[in-house]
């Protein structure tokens, strides 16, 4: 198979993946159960080795893997564990999960005093999926701006655009499932 044909195929899996990232903020939007849907998105496109997402009562890291406890006690992982990339905080209690399913990132933001996660047993606050985007950039030595290439994430359980911190966003840090730092960085210059 050559590389064309290869390009042609991943770039057709990455808009299959961001429309159903969309449709699953419509049609929550609609029936009125954003949690559940963006829940069913993760059980689609990360499922747990047993269970459910919707059934998930906290999130920790046992040392490279991601395991989520359940009401009685039980536990899982993700059915396919290197799609767990990185965590913010503590692997006891992250503030931020990193999964990642091609070249597409999805953030779990955990918070249980948030308007969202203090409403649902895992403190799930947002549930973001990364797609590709542009961003103006002040180019240093110039007075023009550069464009570049950067993440822009889709908010699965808000309703509000996440552009205001695509800058912070693409320069946050998490730490990687080995420990090491995993940064989200602009994508390149044009």
């Known amino acids: 198979m050559n590389m064309t044909m290869m390009n042609t ?27 559940e849907s963006a829940t069913e998105f993760l059980d689609r496109r990360f499922p747990l080795a047993r269970g459910s997402h919707k059934m998930v009562k906290s999130y920790v890291v046992y040392y490279q893997h991601l395991l989520a406890f359940f009401e009685d006690g039980s536990h899982s992982g993700l059915e396919t564990s290197s799609q767990f990339v990185a965590l913010s905080g503590h692997k006891e209690e992250p503030c931020a999960i990193l999964l990642k399913s091609g070249d597409i990132h999805v953030e779990l933001t ?51 655009p996440c552009d205001d911190d695509c800058r912070q966003r693409n320069e946050r840090r998490f730490t990687a499932k080995d ?12």
Not at 139 to 146: K, R
Not at 179 to 190: A, I
């Open 9 to 35: 195929q991943n770039q057709q899996q990455l808009h299959h993946f961001i429309g159903e990232a969309i449709a699953a903020v419509v049609n929550g939007a609609k029936r009125g159960v954003s949690l």
């Open 110 to 160: 955990l918070d249980k005093n948030g308007r969202m996660g203090s409403a649902n047993p895992a403190h799930i606050e947002d549930i973001q999926v990364e797609s590709p985007g542009f961003c103006l950039r002040e180019s240093e030595g110039c007075a023009t701006e550069a464009i570049s290439q950067c993440r822009n994430w889709l908010s699965l359980l808000h309703s509000a």
């Open 179 to 190: 420990g090491g730092e995993y940064q989200l960085m602009s994508l390149g210059l044009f």
